[in-house]
C-alpha cells in the first residue's frame, strides 16, 4: 500500500500543491508553544517527554487512525496514508519556488528574488547582489530537500506515523532553539532520523548527477547529516568553490526531481517482485 499512497499523494501535489504555512501548522505551533511553556524545565528527560508528546503522540494518532480505516476497508486506509503523506511533503512546493527564484535572479530582480527566498525562510545575506543570493538558495534547498526525502523514507518504513513523526521533530528542532539540555535532546533526534535517509539522498544523487563529485563532496568533511546532502548535491551538480550561476537554482529542483523518481522506481520494481 505504501507505493500506491506515494504515487497518489505525488499526483496530488502535482495538481494541487500544498501551500506552506497552513492552517495545520499554525495549530501545531500553538501546540508546541503552550507544552514548551509547561514542560520545559531544562533537562534533557523534559526535553525527550515534549518531544514524545509534541511529535509521537500526533504521529501515533495517525498511525491508528490508518490502521483502523484500512482495517474497514483498504481503500480508505490508501487514501488516508496518501492525504497524510500529500500534508508532510511538498515536493510541487519546492520545485516551484527554485524555479521562480531562478528566473527572478535571471533577471536581475534582487527585490523579488529576496522576497522569494524570505518564503523559503532564509535571511538574504546583507548587501548581496543577485549573484550573491545564489548559493544561499541552493544550500537550503538542500536541507529541504534532505528534510523532504526523510518524510518519503519514514512514510515508506512506519506508514503515516513515521512521515508525522519525521515532520513534526524537524518542526520541534526549528522553533525550540537553545543552549540548554532541554532544547539539545530535541536537537539530537534529528541526526538519528537523517542518517539513513540522507545517505540514500546522497546515493540517489550520485546516480542521477555527477557520481565521482557528489561522493568526494560528501566525504571531504566531517559534516552533520544535513551539511552533507548539501555538500554532496551540489557536488553532483558539478559545482566546485565558484561562483554558480542563477540556472544552478533551477538545476537544484530538477535534481531532486530525478532523484525522488530514481528511488520511486526502485520501489515500483520492489514491488513488481513481490507480486
Known amino acids: ?5 506515494t504515487l497518489l499523494a505525488l499526483a496530488w501535489d502535482q495538481v494541487a500543491p500544498l501551500l506552506r504555512p497552513c492552517q495545520l501548522e499554525r495549530l ?7 507544552l514548551h511553556e509547561r514542560v520545559n524545565a531544562g533537562s534533557r528527560e523534559h526535553g525527550l517527554l515534549a518531544w514524545g508528546l509534541a511529535a509521537l503522540l500526533p504521529a501515533l494518532a495517525a498511525g491508528l487512525l490508518g490502521h483502523w480505516l484500512a482495517a ?4 480508505l486506509g490508501l487514501a488516508w496514508s496518501a492525504a497524510v503523506l500529500y500534508r508532510c511533503l511538498g515536493l510541487r512546493q519546492l520545485v516551484d519556488r527554485a524555479r521562480a527564484l531562478a528566473a527572478a535572479l535571471a533577471a536581475g530582480d534582487q527585490a523579488r ?26 544550500e537550503h534547498l538542500l536541507r529541504l530537500a534532505a528534510r523532504l526525502f526523510g518524510v518519503l523514507f519514514w512514510f515508506l518504513l512506519l506508514g503515516p506515523f513515521g512521515a508525522v513523526a519525521y515532520a ?16 539539545a535532546a530535541v536537537a539530537q533526534v534529528i541526526p538519528v532520523l537523517d542518517w539513513v535517509p540522507v545517505r540514500l539522498l546522497v546515493f540517489g544523487f550520485a546516480v542521477v548527477g555527477n557520481f565521482e563529485e557528489a561522493m ?3 566525504r571531504a568533511d566531517d559534516l552533520d ?14 559545482l566546485g568553490p565558484e561562483a554558480p550561476g542563477p540556472e544552478y537554482v533551477a538545476a537544484v529542483a530538477s535534481l531532486v526531481n530525478r532523484t525522488v523518481l530514481l528511488w520511486l522506481g526502485l520501489l515500483g520494481l520492489f514491488w513488481l517482485g513481490s507480486l
Open 1 to 5: 500500500m505504501s507505493f500506491w499512497a
Open 28 to 34: 501545531f505551533d500553538r501546540y508546541a508553544d503552550w
Open 72 to 75: 474497514l476497508a483498504w481503500p
Open 113 to 138: 528574488a529576496a522576497g522569494q527566498l524570505g518564503a523559503l525562510g532564509v535571511e538574504p545575506p546583507p548587501g548581496a547582489g543577485p549573484d550573491g543570493l545564489v548559493r544561499p538558495a541552493m
Open 168 to 183: 513534526l521533530s524537524h518542526l520541534l528542532a526549528g522553533r525550540w532553539r537553545g543552549d540548554d539540555d532541554f532544547h
Open 216 to 218: 568526494l563532496a560528501w
Open 225 to 238: 547529516e544535513r551539511e552533507a546532502a548539501v555538500a554532496a548535491g551540489l557536488g553532483a551538480l558539478g
